[in-house]
């Protein structure tokens, strides 16, 4: 089973950018479908964005043309680009690999 560390969260102002990373170890990187999920207080735990091994992506409608996620496997990490953040962006995302892996979380704040 893979294992995951999210990095990368912060405070932010609305408009602003913020870019998350997500270390993995443990299994061969590359053969994993890996994916952004985040959780706002109160809300359940939400779909943001994922990547096929093939480099296939998959946005949810919120945040289209705002986010980009990508991979590098040299590196055994996985991104998320985040421009143009908005208030309800704020949450806690969290890294998944293939579906079954969770990172720890990291907290993005979008605040004026």
């Known amino acids: 089973q893979v294992q995951l560390v999210d990095s990368g969260g912060g405070l932010v102002q609305p408009g602003g950018s913020l870019r998350l990373s997500c270390a993995a170890s443990?299994?061969?990187?590359?053969?994993?479908?890996m994916g952004w999920y985040r959780q706002a207080p109160g809300k359940q735990r939400e779909f943001v964005a994922s990547?096929?091994?093939?480099?296939?992506?998959n946005y949810a409608d919120s945040v289209k043309d705002r986010f980009a996620i990508f991979r590098d496997n040299s590196k055994n990490t996985v991104y998320l680009q985040m421009d143009s953040l908005k208030p309800e962006d704020t949450a806690v995302y969290y890294c998944?690999?293939?579906?079954?892996?969770w990172g720890q979380g990291t907290q993005v704040t979008v605040s004026s």
């Open positions: 998944n690999g293939d579906g079954e892996s």
């Open positions: 443990g299994s061969i990187f590359s053969f994993y479908a």
């Open positions: 990547i096929t091994k093939d480099s296939y992506t």
